[in-house]
Each structure stands twice: as structure tokens, then as C-alpha cells.
């Protein structure tokens, strides 16, 4: 299990994605490659951040959306109820995400 918060693991992949360093620390109002990326409004100069702020609401919009397990995911995690044993939630969580990235695991 990872000690990063769910969230921030996956604004920093957001971030890499975009092909900036998560650790970069910026100063708002933000660079204008983000405005392009997030869509940013300007905003007053701030003290720096690490980039990987940046992506923090695009990330909870993210997570919002597999809040509803689809078909496959239930399925999956009701398949593991059956194996005989009461597996432990991460267990749970992975074998769901593996069937939501069909070919990916």
C-alpha cells in the first residue's frame, strides 16, 4: 500500500504525462504551458508549489468518476467474496482496477 494520497499519485502522473516534472516548483500566476494543459485562470504571484498542484482538481475529477464501479469491476470483486476467504480491501480495490484496464495487468 502506498503512504501518497490516492490524489496526489495521480495529479503527478497527470503532470508527467503533460511532460512536466511534478517536483518543479512553480510560482503563480501559473507558467503559460500549464494554462494550456488545465485551463488555468490567472492569479495573483503566490508563493511556489510543486507542479503536481496544478493537476489536483483534474485528478479528484478523475477519481469522482470511478466512485460507480462499471460491470466488470463489481464482478470481479464479487468473484473474490467466493474464493472461500475474506481478502483484505487493497485486494479488493486492485483485482477492481485490473478489470477496469482489461489487457493492462
Known amino acids: 500500500m502506498s503512504d ?3 490524489l496526489e ?10 511532460g512536466f516534472n511534478p ?4 510560482t503563480p500566476p501559473i507558467p503559460p504551458g ?3 494543459v488545465v485551463r488555468a485562470e490567472p492569479r495573483p504571484v503566490e508563493p511556489p508549489v510543486p ?10 475529477t478523475l477519481l469522482a468518476e470511478m466512485r460507480e464501479p462499471d460491470e466488470a469491476m463489481s464482478d470481479a470483486a464479487s468473484d473474490r467474496g467466493r474464493l472461500g476467504y475474506d481478502p483484505a480491501p487493497a485486494e479488493v480495490w486492485r483485482v477492481m482496477i485490473d478489470a477496469a484496464m482489461p489487457g493492462d495487468s
Not at 499519485?9 to 503533460?18: E, P, Q, S, T, Y
Request: glycine share 0%.
Open 4 to 6: 501518497t494520497p490516492m
Open 23 to 26: 517536483d518543479a516548483l512553480i
Open 9 to 18: 499519485r495521480v495529479a503527478r502522473r497527470l503532470c508527467r504525462v503533460a
Open 51 to 60: 507542479a503536481w498542484q496544478i493537476y489536483r482538481d483534474e485528478a479528484r
Open 34 to 36: 500549464f494554462q494550456t
